[in-house]
Structure formats: structure tokens, C-alpha cells
């Protein structure tokens, strides 16, 4: 397969997800690009975080990591690592 093939099947693949709503998303990175992280939540459903130079990121994230992100009527204003949850006994 070649580079250009692979890409356009990237493409079609992320036009099926949805652009983010506003408020708050969470959910796994399942791929991250220069402008844009795709996130998919607890249902399996992606959405497409759209990163602008005023996006506040709080990390360099990778697949698999947990996020939220807080998406206003002008875009993503930040992605953070979603706090663990888990107890410490």
C-alpha cells in the first residue's frame, strides 16, 4: 500500500467521527496529529479535537492516554491528562 493510499484511508476513516461538541469531552487518544488529537469516549465513539496555537495542552500525549478536553463556541481551549481515579489504600 502506498503512502498516498494510506492517507486518504486515514481520512476517510476520521470522516466518519465527529468534530467535538462544545463543553467538556473525555476520552482515549486514539491518534494525535499536528492540528488535530482524535479521542474516543466510553461508547466508542470518536470525535475529533481541531488544535489551534491558543490550545493549552498539558502534555505530549500518545495513544491510549486518557484525556478531557474543554471545547468553547471558538474551539479546543485545552487538553489535560485526565486525573487517575484510582485510590491509594
Do not use: C
Not at 5 to 12: D, E, K, Q, R, S
Not at 15 to 41: D, H, R
Not at 55 to 62: E, M
Amino acid at each position: 500500500m502506498t503512502a498516498l493510499t494510506a492517507v486518504g484511508l486515514l481520512y476517510a476513516a476520521l470522516s466518519l467521527a465527529a468534530v467535538a461538541p462544545q463543553g467538556q469531552v473525555e476520552g482515549e487518544v486514539m491518534q494525535v496529529f499536528s492540528t488535530m488529537i482524535v479521542i474516543k469516549n466510553e461508547q466508542g465513539h470518536a470525535t475529533i479535537l481541531q488544535l489551534t496555537p491558543r490550545t493549552q495542552l498539558g502534555a505530549q500525549f500518545k495513544p491510549g492516554d486518557k484525556v478531557v478536553a474543554y471545547v468553547t463556541p471558538y474551539g479546543v481551549s485545552s487538553v489535560q491528562l485526565k486525573a487517575n481515579t484510582a485510590q491509594i489504600p
